[in-house]
């Protein structure tokens, strides 16, 4: 049988396959051409999805903004355009705008104590075990994550200390912030809490990550050790 000798996007090299190369090497990596291709998923007898992403492009002279004006009656002027294609490219404009206008939310920060009873208050107030909750911030303060690192019973929690690492490391964070409730409403520290704040305050060290606090709370109160300046015991 006679082809063309043009090449079908499923005979390209797998990394440059639009589909294959956003999962080996991320969406940052395609092209615009490549990302309207995925959208479109194929093109005509004569072009490849990417090739007629490509022109479709090059009649608003490569301009993401102008592409997002094109009606779907317009988009389906191309061949092999039809409406559900022209749908999808009109509602992914539409959905880039959005974005534009939508505000990213403020993370919330910690500077003090307060902060952190303000921040894990709502999580473990009205728990009757004990729960132990971390914040990891940025250089910033600001931040990035919580995570539930272990639970235990009426007065005991057992960690493991490789766990939070791993999860300050992998999100890069530039400080730790521990909280945990001590549902008999007495905070004041125990050994075992004691032991635990100076094992990661030592360990976080190593990478070059703050132990900023370690916070017990109950209903109405707490206890810091930054506020006692006990973190480095």
């Given at each position: 049988?006679?082809?063309?000798?043009?090449?079908?996007?499923?005979?390209?090299?797998?990394?440059?396959?639009?589909?294959?190369?956003?999962?080996?090497?991320?969406?940052?990596?395609?092209?615009?051409?490549?990302?309207?291709?995925?959208?479109?998923?194929?093109?005509?007898?004569?072009?490849?999805?990417?090739?007629?992403?490509?022109?479709?492009?090059?009649?608003?002279?490569?301009?993401?903004?102008?592409?997002?004006?094109?009606?779907?009656?317009?988009?389906?002027?191309?061949?092999?355009?039809?409406?559900?294609?022209?749908?999808?490219?009109a509602a992914a404009m539409e959905l880039g705008r959005?974005?534009?206008?939508?505000?990213?939310?403020?993370?919330?920060?910690?500077?003090?104590?307060?902060?952190?009873?303000?921040?894990?208050?709502?999580?473990?107030?009205?728990?009757?075990?004990?729960?132990?909750?971390?914040?990891l911030t940025n250089r910033a303060g600001k931040v990035?994550?919580?995570?539930?690192?272990?639970?235990?019973?009426?007065?005991?929690?057992?960690?493991?200390?490789?766990?939070?690492?791993?999860?300050?490391?992998?999100?890069?964070?530039?400080?730790?912030?521990?909280?945990?409730?001590?549902?008999?409403?007495?905070?004041?520290?125990?050994?075992?809490?004691?032991?635990?704040?100076?094992?990661?305050?030592?360990?976080?060290?190593?990478?070059?990550?703050?132990?900023?606090?370690?916070?017990?709370?109950?209903?109405?109160?707490?206890?810091?050790?930054?506020?006692?300046?006990?973190?480095?015991?």
């Amino acid at each position: 049988m006679e082809t063309d000798g043009r090449l079908r996007i499923r005979e390209w090299a797998a990394e440059d396959r639009p589909r294959e190369k956003l999962l080996l090497k991320g969406v940052a990596s395609l092209s615009d051409a490549e990302l309207v291709a995925i959208l479109i998923g194929s093109g005509n007898r004569d072009e490849t999805a990417v090739q007629l992403s490509q022109r479709i492009l090059n009649t608003v002279s490569n301009n993401l903004n102008a592409l997002g004006k094109l009606s779907v009656k317009d988009l389906m002027a191309f061949k092999g355009i039809g409406e559900a294609k022209a749908i999808a490219i009109a509602a992914a404009m539409e959905l880039g705008r959005r974005k534009r206008e939508t505000e990213p939310p403020e993370r919330e920060s910690i500077r003090s104590s307060r902060d952190v009873y303000d921040l894990f208050y709502p999580l473990l107030c009205d728990l009757p075990h004990e729960e132990l909750w971390m914040a990891l911030t940025n250089r910033a303060g600001k931040v990035v994550e919580k995570v539930k690192v272990g639970q235990g019973g009426a007065g005991m929690i057992h960690i493991d200390i490789q766990v939070i690492m791993k999860a300050a490391v992998n999100a890069l964070a530039a400080g730790i912030v521990l909280c945990h409730n001590h549902p008999s409403g007495n905070v004041k520290p125990s050994r075992a809490d004691d032991e635990l704040t100076s094992r990661l305050a030592k360990a976080a060290g190593l990478f070059n990550i703050r132990l900023l606090d370690h916070v017990i709370l109950s209903d109405n109160t707490c206890y810091s050790y930054a506020d006692e300046g006990r973190l480095a015991l």
